[in-house]
């Protein structure tokens, strides 16, 4: 069923991958419902209870399921899943971790400001309470100071919030050149490279809570050698677009261009 309407330049999604998280899917639908918006999960090879689980909420006429039939990432369900959503007529898709750990009530602002500037990549920042874990909290702002080295700018503010508005043509466009990794380095990879290409972006909070009973899957070792791996090669395509990149910050506008909400 193609959701766009001939002409029409706004009909966004949410995108929701999944891996295993059948206890928490069910209630992250329900506090999806609020936006009235389809929703399309990618199930990302989950085992038989937690696919049980999809198949029961793609029953419903506003959710759309993709099946994936082995595990390869998160990387790799994000990028099929806006290359689906695409297909099924969507402009634009609002992505959202499965576990529930982004309050419903941070996300209607990205709908409306996707609305009002539809070109605009939207990435959440988190705000944490205190259920954030201290070495989560820490290891985040290594990236972050990573990521503000190869870019030579603070533009973006987080590159790890799993909450981010695609515009779809623009984003798939981009990975059909870089596919930006298949696990969890694409989260970071995905934006560093939207913004080397000059495109615009805007910062939103999100409230963040950690379920005391939620499920990880980062694999200390097999995700750290991938992070410093991108990282490297990040690093390395810095220097290679330096005089681009200090153009950049030196270019008129763009503040405007790259803004961050309080």
Not at 214 to 228: E, I, K, P
Not at 231 to 236: G, K, Q, W
Request: proline share 5%; glycine share 6%.
């Amino acid at each position: 069923m193609n959701h766009a309407r001939e002409g029409a330049a706004f009909s966004p999604c949410v995108l929701v991958p999944v891996y295993n998280h059948e206890h928490a899917i069910v209630a992250t639908c329900e506090g999806l419902a609020d936006l009235n918006l389809p929703i399309v999960l990618i199930d990302d090879g989950s085992h038989a209870d937690c696919a049980a689980v999809l198949d029961r909420l793609a029953q419903a006429s506003d959710v759309h399921l993709l099946r994936i039939a082995r595990n390869q990432g998160k990387g790799h369900a994000v990028r099929s899943g806006l290359s689906h959503a695409q297909s099924l007529g969507f402009t634009h898709a609002l992505q959202v971790d499965a576990d529930g750990q982004h309050d419903r009530l941070s996300l209607p602002p990205f709908i409306e400001a996707a609305r009002q500037q539809p070109e605009r990549l939207l990435i959440g920042y988190p705000r944490f309470d205190h259920s954030v874990p201290l070495h989560r909290f820490i290891s985040r702002y290594i990236t972050h100071v990573w990521v503000w080295c190869n870019t030579l700018s603070t533009a973006l503010r987080d590159t790890m919030c799993g909450v981010r508005l695609y515009p779809l043509n623009e984003v798939n466009a981009m990975l059909a050149r870089h596919d930006c990794g298949d696990r969890m380095e694409f989260d970071t990879e995905v934006l560093v490279r939207w913004f080397w290409a000059g495109k615009p972006v805007d910062n939103l909070p999100v409230r963040v809570t950690y379920p005391t009973d939620g499920v990880s899957h980062f694999r200390l070792f097999r995700d750290n050698v991938l992070m410093a791996r991108m990282h490297l090669r990040l690093t390395l395509g810095m220097l290679i677009r330096l005089p681009k990149l200090l153009l950049m910050r030196c270019r008129p506008g763009r503040d405007a261009q790259h803004k961050s909400s309080s």
